[in-house]
């Protein structure tokens, strides 16, 4: 919905495509990695261009953006936000 309402809007450069995700504590970070790299896909089908931003879970549990950054197909425009 986000990337079909800004899709043309020049003023808009990013997208975040998730924050504070839940739950917290996946047990399985693929599934977490999975959800990104399928988020990603489907903006790509409509705003090739924006950059998009992902990051680790909400709270504490910390990884490597060059392990969340592996598993997503397409790298463009893809920036990392932890906080």
């Known amino acids: 919905k986000i ?14 495509l ?3 995700i839940q739950p917290l504590n996946y047990t399985d970070d693929s599934e977490l990695l999975r959800m990104y790299n399928q ?3 489907n ?3 409509i ?3 924006k950059i998009l931003m992902i990051e680790p879970q909400g709270g504490d549990k910390l990884q490597k ?3 969340i ?3 997503i197909t397409d790298k463009s425009n893809i920036g ?4």
């Open 3 to 16: 990337a079909t309402l800004y899709a043309n809007e020049p003023t808009v450069v990013a997208i975040d």
């Open 18 to 20: 998730a924050n504070e």
């Open 39 to 41: 988020l990603i896909v």
């Open 43 to 45: 903006v790509r089908e």
């Open 47 to 49: 705003d090739k261009d």
């Open 65 to 67: 953006a060059s392990a």
């Open 69 to 71: 950054i592996s598993t």
């Open 80 to 83: 990392f936000s932890s906080h």
